[in-house]
């Protein structure tokens, strides 16, 4: 902007001539702004390394809980019962993130499950329960405790009792220790038992004892509860069932005849459950079909749309030399869209032979010839879907 006096200009811009005597001084300026930063560098930068590193640390310690104190309680004794049952409660104490998957627990060499619970106010510990499926032999179980901390110890140690127990539930003469606890062991017994039976239909001729319909059942039922294993693949394979093991899980509670009843299998008499049952006999290898229905397994209904595979069909005709008779629910569950549900039986001797292993649809059995054969309310042979007592669902 220009100054004038008598309106002739005396200064063409003033703001030129200000800069022009004062000039700025760029390189003075930029030099400064440098230099503090520098400082500020110099003084801030190594405190400031050294807080990010501090704050870093105490994140991965909080994180990897290096600094929980871990508190073990653990159980002294149990009933060997094969349920799943809590053998410790665990406590973190301390600075730290509380993540459970640091923590490792085993029975006897087997994997045990760490449960996390909520924690009770004020929120100082967290709490968490070791679960494990109990034997159902008598006896010793080493129990391990495993974790990464540094303020308590990498590993501990703790012994676990198990003792007898005689409970009957149901009072149907079945153990408690001798059910099956889980879904899992009884879907796996399920699907072995109906495997095997359809095999020996498949496989004949058939392996030694297997000569009426209680044979059947005997024999698919034992071969259900033992440990498939290698041995048992060529025991299998000696007896012509099959030539590669089929991807199934066995049941996990306990396998045949690794129970306090030994090579007893089957009960042989009504009654509940006693102590004196283990060694009086009577559990044993054999009972015909009318013992096996009887002591053995119990009745569900007389409507064969309640049967689900592994469920058993018995009949009695009084005509016959062997009253009672059986049939073994194969195929998919009832209604399934993977099939028809199907029925694998033997026929017991007929006249001079053997009798062989059948299987027939539910369908066609519904409309047998014979209508003694069929099983319908209407029909008194027809006795009903009985299921087997180590099946008992606890709940």
Known sequence: MALYAGGIPIVKNWSDQFHAAFPPAPCV?????????????????????????????MALVWWQGWLLRLQVTAVGTLPADGNHQDVAQLQLHGFGHRDWSHIRATLNGQPAMVNSVWPEPPRVSHLALITVQSPVMPGIANLTVQSRGVLHPRRLSYRIRYTPTFSDGFSDGTPDFLRLHSQEDRNAFRDWFTLIADLLYEHQPLPKGVDDCAGLLRYAYREALVAHNDRWLADAKADGLLDVMPPLPSIRQYHYPQTPLGLGLFRTSVGSFQPADLTSGVYAQFADAHTLMQANTHLISRDIHMARPGDLLFYRQLGQNSPYHSMIVTGPENNSE????????????????????????????????DARWRPVPANPNFLGVYRWNILREDD
């Open 338 to 369: 993977n099939g028809r549900q199907t029925v694998v039986y033997h026929t017991g001797p007929i006249g001079k032979d053997k009798g062989e292993v059948r299987r027939m649809e539910m369908t066609d059995l519904l409309q047998h010839p």
């Open 29 to 57: 300026t930029r030099y400064t702004r440098a230099s503090m930063l520098a400082l500020l560098k110099r003084k801030f930068s190594l405190p400031l390394a050294a807080a990010c590193l501090l704050v870093a640390f």
